[in-house]
């Protein structure tokens, strides 16, 4: 072999080598983001600590802001615009169930007492009316209190109520014919006389409130995206759990919950479902994060938006990446305060409105 044809070889070699370890190279920071190993140890050190201290019960966290109708899931809301007024908004002194601020409410007179067991066993199959809910109370004897027929309790009263608005919109006449029929079919078998309210009042009433709920209906949401290498499921999980975040039911989405159980979640972390069911996740490739707040459902005591704002700067310092919204435009910090600000203003109308956000009856109204 002669000397020109060794030297080509070897040349040939170092060209061949250069290339594998640039490919090599390329394909390590391309490659998606893992939890960090140490971490991943002292997770599984605290879960099995927790196993042995609660007997090895699993531990499921019921994300229940998950599934909801949205008709009228409107980002943007006019935080200025006035509360209706064509028609009166009757007031009462319940909250949290039938309450006249969002319901219909048909009472049912009765005769004598009505036990619990006999108020169950009528009860309609379904508890709507097209889209709208539909609730059932009755007059405890004993305390005095509305509550939801109780098996072994004694009633004096039902009343029988139906949600004038939702995400879906307003309740129309089919639907309150729907609970007419429901509600009447009720009372006959629990021996009692219903009284109706006026029906196109109702109507009436029901596309006010609707007007007012879309007008304020706020549902934020951040976009993160990865400045450079994509990450795992699990690097993506590693890092929001150091905030706060937990799994929520569905694959690929995280929630970061209030500290009372079974409020809906202050924020919502999503990523491709996909990518959290692939069989080896590891190598799945995520490029972006959607942060979610659902304006209504949470306590403004909460301070969800700094919360999110705070969470949002975090990951993306934390995993190099940029927060936008959902057009891809960098938000900046002069954004997030014009946001907060209208925010305020937002709560504010709600609270003047006895709909604050995060109560019951906002929840209900906005869900």
Known sequence: MSNLTLALAILGGLVLAAVVAYNTLMSRRNAPRQP????????????????????????????????????????????????????????????????????????????????????????????????????????????????????????????????????????????????????????????????????????????????????????????????????????VQQNAARLGFVAGIIPGRMVLPTGEAGLPPVLGLSFDTQAALADDPAQSAIRELNLSLDVPQVDRGEEPFRRMREAAATLAREMDGVVTDSDGQLLRDETMDVIGNDLEQLYDTLDARDLAAGSPLARRLFS
């Open 36 to 235: 960090d190993a140490v971490d991943i140890a002292l997770d599984e050190a605290e879960r099995a600590l927790s196993g042995a201290h609660d007997g090895d019960a699993p531990h499921l966290h019921v994300d229940p802001n998950q599934v909801s109708s949205a008709d009228r899931h409107e980002p943007l809301f006019d935080p200025d615009l006035p509360a209706p007024s064509g028609v009166p908004v009757p007031t009462g002194d319940r909250r949290g169930g039938l309450d006249p601020l969002i319901d219909v409410i048909a009472p049912v007179s009765l005769d004598g007492l009505a036990s619990g067991d006999a108020a169950i066993a009528a009860m309609p199959p379904t508890r709507r009316a097209g889209s709208k809910p539909v609730a059932i109370e009755g007059l405890n004897e004993h305390n005095g209190q509305w509550e939801p027929p109780v098996a072994g309790q004694r009633y004096s009263a039902f009343q029988v109520g139906v949600q004038l608005a939702n995400r879906t919109g307003a309740l129309n006449e089919i639907e309150y014919s729907e609970f007419v029929v429901k509600a009447q079919a009720f009372a006959d078998a629990v021996n009692g006389s219903p009284e109706f309210p006026e029906m196109l009042d109702e109507v009436a009433r029901a596309r006010e409130l609707d007007q007012f709920a879309g007008a304020h209906d706020a549902q934020l949401g951040f976009v993160l995206r990865a400045l450079h290498a994509a990450w795992s499921p699990g690097y």
